[in-house]
């Protein structure tokens, strides 16, 4: 666990109410399902960066037997458990590999993995073996997986369907206290970065977030305007110019171009699925391409590089705020 957060967990006692611990048997509902535990699991296989992170933040490494999906490197301070933790997959896991771990849980970032239609199994199949899947928050509240590759979000992200998640874990492994002292770090944390970006008063400054594209000459996948970046431009004064209800949409850069954004951010990773994983490959079109190189953020480098899984719903999104409220003041932006 880390040395901030112990601390935390420590001035917790006093700062927080106090947390009971976890009642059992423990009956949740959890994306349209529910859970019930008995006991604290004694251990689990995540599917999704973002659950393996929580898990790791919570200080329950001790816990995880598997991991998979993996858009970039672990955070720094788990560098060290997580190099002992198998990994199943870098990206999707089979549900042969998974069930032959025999975990007591199977953590879930997306419901496209596991869920109604998942591509390594529904939760029916997992539940018939035995094994209850907990799936985040952050990828059903609001949103419908059925529609698009990533789905559709109904209203805006919000950091309370992260929030619960963490609770939820914590609850589950019977350390509530844990996720009450994470949540209250990252929304101090959250805070402070929104309230940083205020005093710039920002006036109609837009961005655009461009995750990947297929191929670099394809149109990219952006952020649309309601997932975890739309609320990241939102509560840092920004305009998104993607107007899709799609977490992910493709849009043209011509279509991009015509609305010319103040700011384009840029995903970084370590994935290379696509050619344009590549944050270098990603500069040198935006810079060379006859149409992106004549944007107003490209001519004045308005471009700020964040970290990929920070533009998925995941604790990492707070650092990601932070990233762009210490950005936007170096930006001369209107």
């Not at 696509?274 to 990603?282: Q, S």
Request: net charge negative.
């Amino acid at each position: 666990m880390r040395p901030c957060l112990i601390a935390l967990l420590t001035s917790s006692v006093l700062a927080l109410p106090a947390v009971a611990q976890t009642s059992y048997p423990l009956e949740l509902e959890n994306c349209g399902s529910r859970l019930t535990f008995d006991a604290a699991p004694k251990n689990v296989v995540t599917v999704g960066q973002a659950a393996t992170e929580i898990l790791y933040e919570l200080g329950l490494a001790d816990k995880v037997i598997g991991t998979s999906v993996w858009f970039t490197g672990v955070l720094p301070e788990f560098a060290e458990v997580n190099a002992g933790i198998e990994r199943l997959a870098d990206n999707d896991p089979s549900f042969e590999s998974v069930v032959a771990k025999r975990p007591d849980l199977v953590a879930v970032q997306y419901e496209w993995h596991i869920g109604p239609q998942g591509i390594v199994a529904t939760r029916d199949q997992f539940a018939d073996l035995g094994i209850p899947t907990y799936t985040l928050p952050t990828d059903c509240i609001g949103k419908d997986n059925t529609a698009g590759s990533d789905g559709t979000r109904l209203e805006m992200f919000t950091m309370d369907s992260l929030w619960q998640g963490v609770r939820d874990l914590a609850r589950i492994f019977d350390v509530p206290e844990r996720g009450e002292a994470l949540v209250a770090e990252l929304r101090e944390r959250e805070a402070a970065a929104i309230e940083a970006a205020r005093t710039l008063d920002l006036r109609d400054a837009s961005a655009v977030f461009w995750f990947s594209s297929a191929e670099m000459d394809m149109d990219p996948y952006v952020a649309g305007r309601r997932g975890p970046p739309a609320y990241m431009m939102e509560a840092l004064g920004l305009r998104n110019v993607v107007e899709s209800d799609e977490e992910w949409p493709v849009v043209s850069w011509e279509n991009i171009a015509r609305t010319n954004p103040s700011v384009i951010v840029i995903a970084e990773m370590d994935r290379r699925r696509f050619e344009a994983d590549d944050v270098e490959r990603k500069l040198e079109f935006l810079k060379s391409d006859p149409v992106t190189s004549q944007m107003e953020a490209v001519r004045n480098n308005r471009i700020v590089v964040i970290n990929a899984h920070a533009m998925d719903p995941s604790i990492r999104n707070i650092a990601a705020l932070e990233a762009l409220a210490d950005a936007l003041p170096k930006l001369a932006l209107p």
